[in-house]
């Protein structure tokens, strides 16, 4: 009987073992789980990468002027903008009367395009920015166009106008995506430097305009950038972008969910650059910023690997960081 009493804690013990290795199995540690990074080949309208960019945008200016059908001027700070003769149109095809509302917004700085999430790049090419403006228009809570054969003229000022500019019109999707187009209606949509500084452009467009120029040209040497983050930074809670330092431009650097990597388009070689990185965590935002260059790399493939460790950074003062670009 000695031998039966033995046996029995063994059997118990082996028994609790077998039990312990299957919760091991099909029980997973939640508080790990819930902390582990996740990248998504989409990312989810419900991630914290969508709340922080809507926290960075800048808001818009609302306001209303009256309107005379035989043609209207408004100035508003930095902007002048003209409106000819039966230049307006609702979308039933009514002339508008009394006062129309205005939202209206204005990007001179490399920073203000972070904000707004639009960098400056059409369909993959990298762009040189004048400047980019919003404006829409609404009579009686209908929104208005240009009336056809019309165009309005739109003036700011700009530290540095240069020739060749041309008009970009800004498209958004419903992903949150966003692309500049090259407007090609050069007779009623054109940009010229202005004689008293700054840009006058001419469109018969509303919404989103660019005053801007293609960067890249054709045959043109040009490479990319690839960013490397610590774990917990993710397509689905960080924004990172490169802004140029001797340029007006900002190239993003899209999350790659198969590298686990950030990466650029093609950029110019050899421009001195910043890398900007954005991230907002459990409510808490995150900064970060190194200088690199778009250099090739001896092997003649893209520019080496580039790594930043964010830091903690309070929300105004990630603001204040990007009005200093």
């Known amino acids: 009987m000695k031998w039966i009493k033995v046996l029995i804690p063994c059997f118990i013990l082996l028994f609790l073992q077998g039990c312990q290795k299957n919760i091991d199995a099909f029980i997973p540690d939640a508080i790990q789980m819930a902390s582990e990074p996740v990248w998504q080949n989409s990312v989810s309208p419900n991630a914290p990468v969508f709340a922080l960019k809507n926290e960075l945008r800048k808001p818009f200016l609302r306001d209303s002027f009256p309107y005379s059908n035989t043609g209207t001027f408004f100035l508003s700070g930095n902007v002048s903008l003209t409106i000819p003769a039966n230049g307006l149109i609702t979308g039933i095809g009514t002339v508008p009367s009394g006062d129309i509302k205005r939202e209206s917004l204005i990007l001179l700085k490399k920073g203000d395009l972070i904000s707004m999430s639009m960098p400056t790049v059409s369909n993959g090419r990298l762009l040189i920015s004048g400047g980019a403006y919003f404006l829409g228009l609404k009579n009686n809570n209908a929104d208005l166009s240009v009336a056809p054969g019309k165009k309005l003229n739109l003036h700011y000022n700009f530290n540095v106008p240069a020739p060749g500019m041309k008009l970009f019109n800004g498209i958004e999707d419903m992903a949150g995506g966003f692309d500049w187009i090259l407007n090609t209606d050069t007779f009623f949509n054109r940009v010229i430097p202005a004689i008293n500084g700054g840009y006058e452009v001419h469109t018969n467009g509303l919404k989103w305009l660019h005053t801007a120029r293609f960067s890249d040209t054709l045959g043109a040497p040009h490479t990319s950038l690839t960013l490397k983050l610590p774990a917990n930074y993710t397509n689905s809670n960080t924004v990172s972008y490169i802004v140029f330092n ?21 950029l110019p070689v050899n421009r001195l650059v910043t890398v900007v990185v954005i991230s907002k965590q459990a409510g808490d935002y ?15 493939g893209s520019t080496p690997e580039i790594m930043i460790t964010p830091l903690l950074t309070p929300l105004p003062a990630v603001k204040a960081f990007l009005e200093s670009l």
Do not use: E, M, W
């Open 246 to 266: 001797d340029q007006h431009s900002v190239a993003p650097l899209t999350g790659n969910a198969n590298t686990r990597t950030f990466v650029s388009g093609n």
């Open 286 to 300: 995150y900064l970060g910023k190194i200088p690199a260059n778009t250099s090739v790399s001896s092997s003649g």
